[in-house]
């Protein structure tokens, strides 16, 4: 069974990244080139920090596969015992469907600001 859990956690972490990427892929193709792009956005909504339009859609993706090949090393501990392959079934199949919801959160607003995309509610 923690097997199971296992594979299938895999199944969702690949399929939220592959989300993310094509998200990413299409957000780079409508951000204009050489502009800069927020990353990062103050309570107000002014801009705190800003980068190239290639690293701006790469970095979400690159931390989620980071954060998953992390939390993939947690099997070692999740094959113990079946509530235990539950629980890290649970938690990783959460975290990835959080990043793959913030990240296409993230690039809305991303497109948004930079004038590609109408703001919703306008």
Known sequence: MAQILGYAADALWIL???????????????????????VALAPDGSTVAATS????????????????????????????????????FAGRATVAAVFALAHLRWLRLALERAGTVRAQGS
């Open 16 to 38: 939220a990244l592959a989300i993310m990427a094509s998200a990413s892929r299409q957000a780079f193709q409508r951000l204009p080139a050489g502009r800069r792009i927020p």
């Open 53 to 88: 339009r290639g690293a701006a859609v790469a970095a979400v993706p690159v931390l989620a596969f980071v954060v998953g090949a992390g939390l993939l090393g947690l099997r070692v501990w999740a094959d113990q015992n079946a509530l235990y392959a539950i629980a890290l």
